[in-house]
């Protein structure tokens, strides 16, 4: 037993004992060290609440353990709630629902036409609706598993202490079993723009824009940059795109990149293949309605000048590893702030784990979940959650929007593998129909030596939910057969699994050279 002061909630004088692990007092293990710098132990720290870290702490305080998850932000859940996942998703849904006459037009009503009606703080209000409700969720489950929450930059001392400087500079240290960095990704940002103009913004910027933009260049053809272009079109929004590859995200299957590029078109976002960007600025103009909005120039390799009210820079993402002390601990990261790991999430320090963003691809608010649950049951023996799993799907909230899992047709191809493919169309579904797309696709690949389902791509209306019977499938080993023999709803969306399937059907008649 230790004397000790007082505890962070300012509690009277007491004692300290050492924590029995299934304990969740909070008040207990409170101490302060020869320094006098305010103590607590634990048996996990975790230094950041996005997605990775929020689970990791779940999983390991629902068995027994005493956890602590570090945050310098005002609110949890990291950019997954407030700059990235949650946010971008928020805007897409409210940007369909303005649009909605436009997309499913009922004859003899017209929707108006003055886009300024919506004004950017209307735009932004439902997205910080869900997020505070998403905010509420976290500390309500951290509340709940009794783990404990502390506001403040998080530093690494030693492999077993992590030091908390609260914002109002009140220091206290953190004596832990292991460490968990969850510190996330920001935007990367380029030196060829100005970033102190109000109309240069990267992802997290463009969430602070107190105008509705009349045009905006979107440089960067990625998820988050196709996610955005999408969202202001859909507003009537001019957007133009720059992407310095030819074609819009090249990991994607070349049918579904296909039909998402023409789908961003015919919604009005021009691009500009092939371009880098030479210098983002300002032009000096201001536009004719008057606002004072300055323009701003965006000019190309090619020596095109766009001028626009907005850009937004979306090349790239960086680690958050600057200032963690991680050096202490003999931990480097490379030259994009990424962390290397084994496949228990263990960094080259044994105590020091870290999932999620900073850990790099495939930095999915998904999967980085599932590393921060595996992290934790690797770190103390839990026999429960041991592996990431071999599928894992992909959704991107472009419009139309985009979802995959397994290979494409390509990447089986030149794995060596002979493949047969089948399409169903949203053109030809009668749900697809009703909801007005008629350019969607789904896009089914099978193994032809075995009949198995292998990959699956989809571009369309409700294609992130659509690819996780693909997931189920590909996983459990069911092929061609089981899809053309299931009954669907109709009429419904997961019927398009059915037409490519029969589809597929007609190409496994033939010789393999003439389906190749």
């Known amino acids: ?86 946010a971008s998703k928020a805007l897409r849904e409210t940007a369909l629902v303005a649009s909605a006459l436009r997309r499913r037009p009922i004859p003899g009503w017209s929707q108006g036409t003055e886009r300024d009606r919506l004004s950017m703080a209307r735009f932004m209000a439902r997205r910080t609706l869900v997020q505070m409700e998403e905010h509420d969720r976290i500390e309500a489950d951290f509340d709940d598993a009794g783990v404990v929450m502390i506001r403040g930059r998080g530093t690494i001392i030693d492999a077993s202490t992590v030091e908390v400087m609260a914002p109002d500079g009140h220091t206290e240290r953190l004596a832990t079993a292991f460490i968990m960095i969850a510190t996330g990704s920001s935007p990367a940002r380029g030196k060829q723009a100005d970033f102190t103009l109000p109309g240069v913004v990267d992802a997290n910027g463009i969430l602070e824009l107190d105008f509705m933009p009349r045009s905006l260049v979107v440089v960067g053809g990625g998820v988050i940059g196709c996610e955005y272009a999408s969202i202001f079109a859909e507003l009537g929004v001019e957007v133009t795109l720059i992407e310095p590859r030819v074609g819009l995200m090249r990991f994607l299957d070349v049918d579904i990149r296909g039909v998402l590029e023409a789908g961003m078109s015919a919604a009005g976002i021009a691009f500009r293949f092939g371009q880098t960007v030479a210098r983002v600025g300002a032009d000096g103009t201001t536009h004719a309605r008057g606002d004072g909005h300055d323009q701003v120039t965006t000019e190309l390799s090619s020596g095109e000048c766009l001028s626009s009210e907005c850009v ?31 496949r228990e999430y263990r960094t080259s320090c044994p105590s020091v784990f870290a999932g999620g963003d900073v850990i790099g691809f495939p930095a999915l608010a998904s999967t980085s979940m599932e590393q921060g649950r595996i992290a934790a049951c690797r770190m103390f023996g839990i026999p429960f959650h041991s592996d990431l799993a071999a599928t894992i799907p992909i959704g991107i909230y472009t419009i139309p929007a985009v979802a995959a899992v397994g290979k494409t047709a390509e990447e089986a191809i030149a794995a060596g593998m002979d493949v047969v493919t089948g399409c169903g169309y949203y053109r030809n579904n009668p749900r697809g129909r009703m909801l007005g797309d008629d350019r969607g696709l789904l896009k089914a690949v099978f193994d032809r030596s075995n009949r198995r389902l292998i990959g699956v791509s989809i571009v369309g209306e409700d294609a992130t939910e ?13 092929g061609i057969d089981f899809l053309v023999e299931t009954c669907f709803n109709y009429p419904s969306l997961s019927d398009l699994y059915k037409d490519a399937a029969y589809d597929a059907l007609r190409a496994f008649d033939q010789p393999a050279a003439k389906a190749a």
């Open 466 to 478: 659509l690819v996780h019977l693909a997931q189920w499938a590909i996983a459990s080993g069911h």
């Open 312 to 342: 937004l820079w979306s090349l790239g993402r960086q680690g958050n590893t600057r200032q963690l002390g991680l050096e202490r601990v003999g931990v480097q990261a490379d030259d994009r702030g990424n962390l290397a790991v084994d």
């Open 1 to 86: 037993m230790r004397d000790f002061r007082a505890c962070n909630d300012g509690r009277a004088e007491g004692t300290f004992r050492v924590l029995d692990s299934a304990s969740h007092d909070p008040l207990k293990g409170c101490a302060e060290n020869a320094d006098g710098v305010h103590m607590r132990s634990f048996d996990l720290v975790v230094i950041g609440s996005g997605p990775a870290g929020e689970k990791a702490a779940l999983q390991a305080a629902s068995f027994g353990r005493r956890v602590a998850v570090v945050e310098m932000e005002p609110r949890p859940g990291g950019a997954m709630v407030n700059t990235g996942t949650i």
